[in-house]
């Protein structure tokens, strides 16, 4: 150690007096006391070293901080864009919120800086206030730099969504397989006697999209049937599923859509309206995510359902192991979807 402080025989030995010997800041002190996976072991061992000299004992709120007691998971909050049916994170924050609280744990929702380029800021605010044990990370299919954020920071997390770009990443995850549910929107329609079934997906650059169109493709090719000219890749807005199931309805005459999302089922619905087509009769049609509008149109629109509330269990669990000592870090979880049948894939065909 560099330096002794000066006091009193009969002064308690403060956080500022083993910053002063440890040579480091308060903010570092505090660090090594409620979150020491934030520094570097070297620091964290000049720290301890002046803990263990001063006999410097934290008050009970930095102890109930170390043992996490805080029990607070912080959860970047995005606004659902507009002109789009989504609205997910909503029905996921409230899984979550609710699965945290029986628990023990407690949401705190990171909202975006608009001139934060880089969706770190709010991550940062926290980790330099200590105010959270851990986070709950989304997008990952994004390619944001949040992830490598909170790496580099040695800060705990738990990612609903794979690893995209790092197949071997250690932290824990949870995810939804995004190909089982169009497989079961595809088999869904054969069932029904369709055998010219088109697909509305997203740019080939959308992981969740490809992933997603592969279960529609790998099903038409185990029944033999085609996925030539079959295919359409847009944006994801209701603008833009109108425009290619015009394309595809005008080309490929098929009888049936699978679409990426039930923004872009809207779309093909309302080229149906314009058309004076039936929905469910003249062409069946069947959405993904299973939103709120799929559920209150009239006669319903079917549509993949994420089992929210589930991969809000299995992230929760995941905290608990990563926040445990020893901290256990378990593989990661791919759930199944479900498909909730509705009136737009309409009747067997005859």
């Given at each position: 150690?560099?330096?002794?402080?000066?006091?009193?025989?009969?002064?308690?030995?403060?956080?500022?007096?083993?910053?002063?010997?440890?040579?480091?800041?308060?903010?570092?002190?505090?660090?090594?006391?409620?979150?020491?996976?934030?520094?570097?072991?070297?620091?964290?061992?000049?720290?301890?070293?002046?803990?263990?000299?001063?006999?410097?004992?934290p008050n009970r709120a930095a102890r109930n901080l170390r043992t996490r007691a805080s029990h607070l998971i912080g959860l970047r909050a995005r606004p659902?864009?507009?002109?789009?049916?989504?609205?997910?994170?909503?029905?996921?924050?409230?899984?979550?919120?609710?699965?945290?609280?029986?628990?023990?744990?407690?949401?705190?929702?990171?909202?975006?800086?608009?001139?934060?380029r880089t969706g770190t800021a709010g991550y940062d605010d926290l980790l330099r206030s200590t105010a959270v044990d851990a986070f709950v990370v989304t997008d990952t299919h994004l390619d944001q730099p949040q992830l490598a954020f909170l790496e580099s920071r040695r800060a705990r997390f738990v990612a609903f969504g794979r690893p995209w770009a790092d197949p071997d990443a250690g932290h824990p995850w949870v995810d939804v397989d995004h190909a089982a549910g169009a497989a079961l929107a595809t088999e869904h329609l054969i069932g029904l006697g369709h055998t010219r079934i088109g697909?509305?997906?997203?740019?080939?650059?959308?992981?969740?999209?490809?992933?997603?169109?592969?279960?529609?493709?790998?099903?038409?090719?185990?029944?033999?049937?085609?996925?030539?000219?079959?295919?359409?890749r847009v944006e994801d807005t209701i603008a833009s599923g109108r425009s290619a199931a015009a394309v595809l309805l005008d080309e490929a005459r098929p009888t049936a859509f699978v679409c990426a999302s039930d923004t872009l089922a809207m779309g093909v619905l309302h080229l149906l309206d314009e058309r004076g087509l039936r929905m469910g009769e003249d062409l069946a049609v069947?959405?993904?995510?299973?939103?709120?509008?799929?559920?209150?149109?009239?006669?319903?629109?079917?549509?993949?359902?994420?089992?929210?509330?589930?991969?809000?269990?299995?992230?929760?669990?995941?905290?608990?192991?990563?926040l445990a000592r020893p901290s256990y870090v378990g593989p990661g979880v791919l759930l199944p979807p479900t498909l909730r049948v509705r009136g737009s894939s309409g009747p067997r065909l005859g």
């Open positions: 150690m560099s330096r002794i402080v000066n006091r009193g025989a009969a002064s308690a030995p403060t956080l500022a007096d083993v910053a002063e010997v440890a040579g480091v800041s308060r903010q570092t002190v505090s660090n090594a006391i409620n979150n020491p996976d934030l520094l570097r072991a070297d620091t964290l061992a000049r720290v301890q070293e002046a803990i263990d000299e001063l006999g410097y004992v659902a864009p507009e002109g789009t049916a989504h609205a997910l994170m909503d029905r996921f924050v409230h899984a979550l919120v609710d699965t945290s609280r029986t628990a023990g744990y407690h949401i705190m929702l990171v909202t975006d800086d608009p001139e934060d697909w509305i997906g997203w740019h080939k650059d959308s992981r969740i999209g490809e992933e997603r169109r592969s279960g529609w493709s790998r099903v038409l090719k185990a029944h033999g049937l085609s996925t030539t000219a079959m295919a359409s069947v959405g993904y995510d299973d939103s709120l509008v799929a559920q209150c149109l009239p006669g319903g629109l079917t549509s993949v359902r994420l089992p929210l509330e589930q991969v809000a269990e299995e992230i929760v669990a995941a905290l608990e192991g990563l």
